[in-house]
């Protein structure tokens, strides 16, 4: 499991989390997690079969100067931190996807990131009562803070239970 990063964290545990939890302007970081090359060379073989993810050899060549995880690699580690840390594990009702998701630099083999999340809307559903929407900016940085992941995710999250 990944670990808190921030100087503070949600007030509300995970399994106790609802709507009313996500407040407009909170940030909270977790991390880190890094990819092998080995992970990275598994993955591109099977769902982007890319040369700069699969061949070692061929990306020490290629544009990036070496091997590079598969953008959609890299939101798969946003997301297992998003999970293990932000999303509530008992009010999450679904998503209706990421705004502007982006990979405007490559993440490299055993290069450890962080997830940064950061509130930026939160609201009462108009036409279900008994939920809201959150939208969050997220970025997945690595330790010189460039970002390999930015987005917004949008999530439907239930009010807590009178």
Same mark, same amino acid.
């Given at each position: 499991?990944?670990?808190?990063?921030? *100087?503070?964290?949600?007030? *509300?545990? /995970?399994?106790?989390?609802?709507f009313?939890?996500?407040?407009? &302007?909170?940030?909270?970081?977790?991390?880190?997690?890094a990819?092998?090359?080995?992970?990275?060379v598994?993955f &591109?073989?099977?769902?982007?079969?890319?040369?700069?993810?699969?061949?070692?050899?061929?990306a020490?060549?290629?544009?990036? &100067? &070496?091997? /590079?995880?598969s953008?959609?690699?890299?939101?798969?580690? !946003?997301?297992?931190?998003?999970?293990e840390h932000?999303?509530?594990a008992?009010a999450?009702? *679904?998503?209706?996807?990421?705004?502007?998701?982006?990979?405007?630099?490559p993440?490299?083999p055993?290069?450890?990131?962080?997830?940064?999340?950061?509130?930026?809307?939160s609201?009462?559903?108009?036409?279900?009562?008994?939920r809201g /929407?959150?939208?969050t900016?997220?970025?997945?940085?690595?330790?010189?803070?460039?970002a390999?992941?930015?987005?917004?995710a949008?999530? !439907?999250? *239930?009010?807590?239970p009178?």
């Amino acid at each position: 499991m990944t670990e808190v990063l921030s *100087a503070t964290d949600f007030r *509300a545990p /995970i399994d106790d989390r609802w709507f009313e939890d996500y407040v407009i &302007g909170e940030t909270y970081e977790y991390g880190k997690l890094a990819l092998s090359a080995d992970e990275i060379v598994a993955f &591109g073989r099977q769902y982007d079969p890319q040369r700069l993810h699969t061949d070692p050899e061929w990306a020490a060549t290629g544009p990036f &100067g &070496g091997l /590079i995880a598969s953008g959609w690699q890299t939101a798969g580690v !946003m997301m297992r931190m998003y999970c293990e840390h932000y999303i509530s594990a008992v009010a999450s009702l *679904a998503s209706p996807g990421v705004d502007e998701l982006r990979w405007p630099a490559p993440l490299r083999p055993d290069e450890p990131v962080r997830l940064r999340t950061t509130v930026v809307e939160s609201r009462p559903s108009r036409s279900k009562p008994d939920r809201g /929407i959150v939208r969050t900016e997220v970025a997945v940085l690595t330790d010189d803070d460039r970002a390999v992941l930015t987005g917004t995710a949008m999530n !439907m999250i *239930a009010l807590r239970p009178d």
